[in-house]
């Protein structure tokens, strides 16, 4: 079982759509979950982080983390095609150096 | 903008040569990773790095070294190479701040290498 698993893809919403995005995870010592997106050619950049179970919210995205069944969201509203892109999640624990990645949700937000 | 700079960007190689990947960071960062990105698959640890001289092996570590003799500098070598290594490969940093540690990655623009 990988650790981190995340829907494929890919995703095509219209504009303005809500989308939801997920990731489940196996191990239950992750502390630290974070949204990256990644445009076509770029490395993947931060979008946002969460500590341990709950939500964040930054302008149209909320990212939401439930630790009991180790599932973690992210909430995408009012969709722009400059969403287009990957997203990955990603979890650290801090007795690890290491980040493990999903392997990415492609999205296409259509005008 | 995370100081990271990935050469070459793009390479085209031969089976069984030796190819070397630099990534240079300018913040004096002490965790840099390198990661090697294919479809289906997303973002796989090859090798990281917590200091001068001081590297481990991430998941996919096989036909892989690593070197790192300054703070700024973090290479990837591929002894021989074969054609399941062409792949995007991206360095990132993780920077730590005080008591802020939280695994949050900055990466590089990637470097394309295609072994035929």
């Known amino acids: 079982q990988k650790e981190v698993e995340q829907d494929p893809g890919p995703l095509s919403v219209p504009e303005g759509a809500i989308v939801s995005l997920n990731c489940t995870y196996s191990?239950?010592?992750?502390?630290?979950f974070m949204w990256y997106r990644q445009y076509s050619r770029k490395g993947p950049e931060l979008l946002m982080y969460?500590?341990?179970?709950g939500n964040k919210e930054d302008g149209r995205f909320t990212a939401q983390v439930d630790k009991s069944s180790k599932y973690i969201s992210l909430f995408i509203r009012d969709s722009q095609p400059s969403d287009s892109a990957t997203y990955l999640c990603a979890t650290f624990e801090t007795s690890y150096d290491k980040v493990i990645f999903g392997p990415g949700t492609s999205l296409s937000v259509i005008p | 903008d995370a100081g990271i700079t990935q050469s070459p960007r793009h390479k085209v190689t031969e089976t069984g040569t030796p190819v070397t990947l630099r990534c240079h960071q300018t913040?004096?960062?002490?965790?840099m990773y390198w990661y090697r990105q294919d479809p289906g698959h997303g973002l796989r640890l090859i090798h990281y790095s917590y200091g001068v001289k001081d590297t481990d092996k991430g998941e996919v570590s096989d036909g892989y070294s690593v070197s790192r003799s300054k703070t700024e500098d973090f290479l990837l070598t591929l002894e021989s190479a074969t054609s399941s290594q062409t792949s995007v490969y991206f360095c990132?940093?993780?920077?730590?701040?005080?008591?802020?540690?939280?695994?949050?990655?900055?990466f590089g623009e990637g470097s394309r290498l295609t072994v035929l």
């Open positions: 990132a940093i993780r920077k730590i701040s005080g008591h802020r540690n939280t695994g949050e990655l900055f």
């Open positions: 191990n239950s010592a992750f502390q630290y």
């Open positions: 969460t500590y341990s179970s």
């Open positions: 913040e004096n960062h002490r965790y």
